[in-house]
């Protein structure tokens, strides 16, 4: 019979709180064996830690020092409104295969550059600027809006929304060069340039484009040249009008509001200049195909150092003596129990 002021309920949560403490405890203590069982392990094993530690440091310098390249590398931002990650990627595999290839000679073709150039280039890459995934979660945001847009009554707002999300640099990759002699990567950039810019698909669109705006700017000069004509013979109008004692029946330019009105002409005018200004910076700056950011020649190599080297190698030693002592372990029980 249970006591008074006690319940089978309170004896049994008291002992699943116990039995959590008694089980967590054996973890700790579990944890505290094994670090304990690896500060022995080497104490136990000296002769063959030692001998394996050196081997692998001894391999690691001499690789290091006789036989592993040093190589560099150095990236540039291009940006171009006809890019997209399969034609960039696709362009990048054809560079790589034929960096990849005994003779140099076809990439040194394909980029315009010397055989002796092309020899010191290992390789190339190349990633978006802008990550994949925000270039999704915007269209996917894009398309809510859109959606919505057409239930709802502000739609100058939910454009502007959509101009906000819109990512600067969504067509910009980052190309990477690496090579084996750093004073050759200043000269890459110009090969490489032109290399995606004459593509047949970028090279005809940027030239329709450059096309499209120089024919913009003409017409919108030609506009111009009218407007300021008409400026002044609305201004030589009005400076008659002002002159004259009597309120002018030889006005005639009075007759029609909306071909007259001085305000809206002047404004005409100034809305047609600045997009001539956008043509001329647009012309100027051919940003549907533009590098945001060249090639720098950097001293250091990429490459790993020899000390980095030796000290990756020290650890795959000590890994390495710790498994032969776990193999060497497992086959004396293995002996035990056949």
């Not at 050196?54 to 006789?66: Q, T």
């Not at 959606?147 to 707002?157: G, L, R």
């Not at 290399?195 to 096309?211: A, H």
């Not at 006005?251 to 404004?267: C, E, G, R």
């Amino acid at each position: 019979m249970d006591k008074p002021g006690t319940s089978t309920d309170e004896i049994d949560l008291g002992q699943m709180f116990s039995r959590i403490g008694d089980f967590f405890i054996k973890i700790g203590f579990g944890i505290l064996q094994f670090i304990a069982t690896l500060r022995l392990v080497p104490i136990r094993n000296k002769v063959l830690f030692i001998v394996i530690t050196i081997a692998s440091v001894v391999v690691g310098y001499s690789y290091a020092k006789y036989l592993k390249k040093k190589f560099y590398e150095s990236t540039m931002i291009l940006s171009s409104d006809y890019f997209n990650k399969r034609l960039v990627d696709n362009s990048i595999d054809k560079l790589n295969l034929l960096a990849g290839e005994s003779t140099k000679t076809g990439l040194a073709k394909i980029l315009g550059i010397s055989d002796t150039l092309a020899s010191n280039i290992i390789g190339f890459g190349a990633r978006p600027f802008v990550a994949e995934n925000d270039v999704i979660e915007l269209e996917v945001l894009k398309e809510q809006l859109k959606n919505a847009q057409a239930s709802s009554k502000n739609e100058k707002v939910i454009e502007q929304v959509v101009k906000r999300i819109e990512i600067e640099n969504r067509h910009a990759y980052e190309i990477t060069v690496r090579t084996l002699s750093p004073t050759v990567i200043e000269n890459l950039q110009t090969a490489l340039v032109n290399y995606f810019r004459n593509n047949t698909y970028i090279k005809r669109r940027i030239e329709v484009n450059k096309s499209n705006l120089i024919e913009r700017k003409v017409k919108l000069l030609h506009d111009l040249q009218k407007l300021d004509s008409l400026k002044s013979i609305i201004y030589t109008n009005y400076k008659s009008m002002a002159s004259q004692t009597k309120q002018g029946s030889n006005n005639v330019i009075l007759s029609d509001k909306a071909v007259t009105d001085p305000v809206q002409i002047y404004y005409q005018d100034t809305q047609i200049y600045s997009e001539f200004q956008k043509a001329n910076v647009d012309i100027y700056l051919q940003k549907d195909f533009e590098v945001i950011d060249g090639f720098t020649e950097f001293s250091e190599p990429t490459s790993a150092s020899t000390k980095q080297i030796v000290y990756i190698s020290f650890l795959v030693g000590i890994a390495l003596s710790y498994l032969i002592v776990a193999l060497i372990s497992f086959n004396k029980y293995l002996a035990t129990i056949s």
